[in-house]
């Protein structure tokens, strides 16, 4: 019994995270990889590959392009592997492409045998998708959930969700009480709520509400979580640990247009917050501390799974952009790298060399890993994972 009691929570841990996070990550790589493959072929390009995840095969098959799709062991990514892709074509003295040896069948369907305009949108179709995709996830959202009211900052001061082990927690307070008063001060909507508590870190209150239509007086003392603000600077704020009841909110359902005018708003609001986050950090505003991995997304995606189908898209949404804009980075291994060789390539006229190519890539080979393992070593700190893996012999 007691080896079923240890087992359990593991296997329930792998069931609530570790499949949603697979599932997120299987679509967010297949649409990636689309894009390269869809643009591949209207160019005509040979596609000898299509494969999710990394390894041994599980199982796969063969179109009638003599493409082979394949599901492998280890899912946390995917290629595309495109005739003639990552050859090199060598050039004599005069800058002319020596033969290949291959057919002039085989140079019509070869990456390397396209023209560079052809090439670069092979190469940016993977990263553009990404941001279609989150495009049409939002749009989706507003089409059939519809957007927030406006007059969602004059919601009733009503508790409808309380955070575990919160001061609100703890103190007595339940899903349903009206929040009236806080310390004399008179309080009616949540955002009068929201203001008093952020300016109280750490103060002992006495807070007044609602049960039934009974007036209770509950003591606490608020928490505090360290932020910044819009300069910057770090500040505390309280905590109280409650959210708004959301049967109080209220949905309007968007038409076509202005659902996908509003997705294209909503993708590049995220693009820039990305992007001034990456700028903060270079200029030493945000710590690096809070950079995550595939741990943390794993983590959030079992999080964002429990709270519904739209929150889990939404979440999609949000990581397709991550994934598409950081795919566009300067990095050589990465899209953006290439698209930076086609650049080049352009400017004086032919590739660069294939041992300028080859340091290049290693170099961002190096580039790539070590990111990886900085973020995973943020994850594990950030949660805990030491601890987790402890607890499994204790």
């Known amino acids: 019994m007691e080896i079923i009691d240890i087992i359990t929570p593991r296997i329930s841990f792998l069931w609530e995270v570790g499949l949603p996070f697979v599932i997120a990550l299987t679509i967010l790589v297949f649409v990636h990889e689309m894009g390269h493959y869809s643009v591949a072929r209207f160019c005509d390009v040979r596609v000898e590959v299509f494969s999710i995840g990394f390894g041994p095969e599980i199982f796969g098959w063969n179109d009638k392009a003599d493409t082979r799709w394949k599901i492998c062991m280890i899912p ?3 290629y595309v592997k495109m005739f003639g892709e990552g050859e090199e074509i060598s050039e004599d003295n005069n800058g002319s492409r020596k033969d290949q040896k291959l057919s002039d ?3 019509a369907v070869s990456f390397q045998y396209k023209t560079l305009l052809q090439r670069s949108a092979i190469v940016f179709a993977g990263p553009l998708i990404n941001f279609l995709f989150a495009i049409i996830a939002f749009a989706g959202i507003f089409m059939t959930v519809g957007l927030p009211n406006s007059n969602s900052d004059q919601l009733i001061a009503k508790i409808g969700k309380l955070s575990a082990g919160a001061p609100a927690v703890s103190a007595g307070l339940k899903v349903g009480d009206q929040i009236i008063e806080i310390d004399t001060k008179k309080v ?3 955002s009068d709520l929201q203001e008093i508590i952020k300016s109280r870190p750490n103060k002992k209150l006495v807070i007044k509400a609602l049960r039934e239509g009974r007036e209770i007086i509950f003591e606490l003392k608020t928490s505090s979580r360290l932020v910044k603000d819009e300069s910057g600077e770090s500040m505390n704020i309280g905590l109280l640990g409650v959210s708004v009841a959301q049967g109080d909110i209220t949905y309007v359902r968007q038409g076509v247009f202005q659902s996908i005018y509003l997705g294209i708003q909503r993708t590049y609001n995220f693009t820039l917050q990305i992007l001034k986050y990456i700028k903060d950090i270079f200029i030493g505003k ?3 501390d809070e950079l995550g991995g595939i741990i943390r997304i794993a983590q959030i995606s079992g999080q964002v799974a429990e709270l519904g189908l ?5 979440f999609l949404a949000i990581l397709s952009v991550n994934l598409g804009l950081i795919n566009l980075f300067p990095i050589p291994m990465l899209d953006g790298g290439h698209l930076v060789f086609y650049a080049i390539e352009a400017v004086i006229g032919r590739p660069l060399s294939s041992r300028i190519q080859e340091y290049l890539l290693k170099f961002g080979l190096l580039l790539v890993i070590f ?3 900085f973020v995973t070593w943020n994850d594990l700190v950030h949660l805990k994972f030491f601890e987790f893996i402890i607890s499994f012999f204790t």
């Open 76 to 78: 946390l990514g995917g």
């Open 371 to 373: 990111i990886f393992l």
């Open 286 to 288: 945000q710590s690096t």
């Open 105 to 107: 069948e085989e140079k």
């Open 188 to 190: 009616v909507y949540f």
């Open 310 to 314: 739209v929150s889990f898209i939404s």
